[in-house]
Structures are given as structure tokens and as C-alpha cells.
């Protein structure tokens, strides 16, 4: 993640790869909705945020300079009742700073059961840990829910931003969004 401003990294996003002994690199376009529909994701991506707060700290350990590690996280993983305790018991036994970890979370995750979602991002939010939503503008952007949600960044989905320059409706789009983030006093990523 790099400031656009300032041009420095400000920050960067964790992601699964599958390279596979025999059938080599699987996209996760194809082993993610398998992982969903097993309710395998919950298990992997318990896992994905132990390996970045792992990762993280021993980078800040060697001296780099501390950053934001982001992480994805399904609805399905989201919706565990013990999700915000395992989120702190992660990040009790990798000794990472809450504030260097980054929560990824898709609109389309949090319209059902909004109250109980909300409580949960509160409680992540308390606790210290940065609070996103994902592919904003792709799925059901109900700004009456949006406004309630204590967040700390919309993310601008990719297929808005990759034909901004050429497309006068992504163009005009990504721009109500960056209005929209400012107005809201929330930071801004543009993916891709």
C-alpha cells in the first residue's frame, strides 16, 4: 500500500497463494469459494491471521519500520461467535500491536445480523485493530448501514479503478467514493 501523496509504503495486504505439488498454482478465484462452501475459510483464514501477525512482527523485530498488515476476512469467519477472542488471542501470542493489524470485511458480510455485526467491529475497534471494507462499491452499499459501521477505510474495488482513466463512469463513481470517504472523515484505498 503506497501513499499517493508522499509516495512511501504505508502499508500491505496479506495474501493466500496455493502452489500445488502437482497441478501448480491454483487461483483463488477457484480454491476461496471451495473453501467458503466447505467451511474450510474459517480454519484457513485463522491461519492467514496468524501467519501476518506472525510475519509482522518479526519484520518490526529486525528493525523495519512497523507497518499495517491487512488480512481478509469472510463472512463466514466474521460471523463465529468467538471471532473477536480468537482476533485478541492472536494477537496476544505473536506480541503484535493491535494497531498494525488491518480487517478486511466485505459489504455483502455485514447486512445480515447488522446490530451483532456492528458490536463486533466495535469491540475489534476498542481493542485496536484497523477496520476496512472491502470491494467497496460492489456489493449492497446501503449508506444507512454505512454510517453506522465504526470503520476506519473504504477500499475502492479493482474494476472501478482499473479504467478510471479511460471509463467516464468508473471515473465518476470513484470519485462520489472519494467525496463519500472524506465527507466521513475515513481513509481512502484505491486496489489494483
Known sequence: RVDTKSGQ?????ALLRWIHPEMGFISPAKFIPIAEETGLIVTIGEWVILEACEQNRRWIDCGFPPLRVSVNVSGLQFQQANFVELVRSILEETG???CYLELEITENSMINDVEDNIATLMRLREMGVYISIDDFGTGYSSFSY???FPIHALKIDQSFVRDVATDKNNAAIVKAIVQLAHHMNVSLVAEG
Not at 9 to 13: D, P, Q, R, T, Y
Request: cysteine-free.
Open 9 to 13: 509504503i504505508k502499508g500491505m495486504e
Open 96 to 98: 503484535l500491536d493491535p
Open 146 to 148: 454505512l454510517k453506522r
